[in-house]
């Protein structure tokens, strides 16, 4: 055998043997997703009739983006809140109202994706609609930003009221002219509930609760949603009018990352 035929006998086997190596090297596993605990619930199978306007899997928020970790428009919460917000709707609908929710588990992805857009201050893109009067230097000093949810434990709704019979609400067009959250109705984005003072996620002081300067029907109708919900275990943060916690919370120190998504409960 010649030099050279050796030579490439040897590189033919040494090549022989790293590939033995590598296919008998584990591959890595893909991570798999979280998923809720058996506590959680879509709330569509406790009441299938509360109105969902998930506007976080949507461009139609205060980021003007979809949110990391919402998936599917749909509403995940703790059973107990699940079910006290079906006895919450039973009344309502025999008034003539429906409930509506906008957000309900919010996972910690998500937080955090609040958290960067927080601290980007040159993304101002719909600073127009929900908080035209906040400088976003201010959004974590302020409250309206936090690096903790609520939310994230399952028992939080952000959620109002629709009259029935219930008209759509038209789709957001990104790019669309903007107008601020606290204008009057009419001139405000136009959305199916009744008239709460502003719209959802507004970051203004005329969202409290109890702002002095909210009178008439819209002081009404935030009066009606927070009895409704309080006399069955929720307590209204009191700095939005939307935002409401069913207490005793079953995870009151946990902030679940799971996504948004049906798969997430399912068979629950």
Known sequence: MTGIARALRALAAAGAALLAVTAA????????????PPEFVDLRSVDP?????????????FMGEPVDGYRQ???ILTRPAALALRTAQRSLLRQGYSLKVYDC?????AVDH???????????SMKDEFYPQVDKTRLFEDGYIAEKSGHSRGGTVDLTL?????SPTRPYEPGEELAPCYAPRGERFPDNSVDMGTGY?????????????????????????????????????AEEWWHFTYRPEVFPDTYFDFPVARRSVAGH
């Open 25 to 36: 090297a584990p591959v890595a596993a893909a991570r798999p997703e979280p998923k809720a």
């Open 49 to 61: 009739t509360i109105i969902t306007e998930m506007r976080y899997t949507t461009a139609h928020n």
């Open 73 to 75: 428009p749909v509403c």
């Open 105 to 109: 588990y919010r996972p910690q992805r």
């Open 114 to 124: 609040f958290v960067r857009w927080a601290k980007d201050l040159d993304d101002q």
């Open 162 to 166: 629709v009259k029935l019979p219930a």
């Open 201 to 237: 996620d507004c970051f203004d002081t005329l969202s409290h609760t109890d702002d002095p300067r909210v009178q008439g029907v819209a002081r009404a109708n935030r009066q009606f949603l927070k009895s409704t919900l309080s006399a069955l275990g929720f307590v209204n943060l």
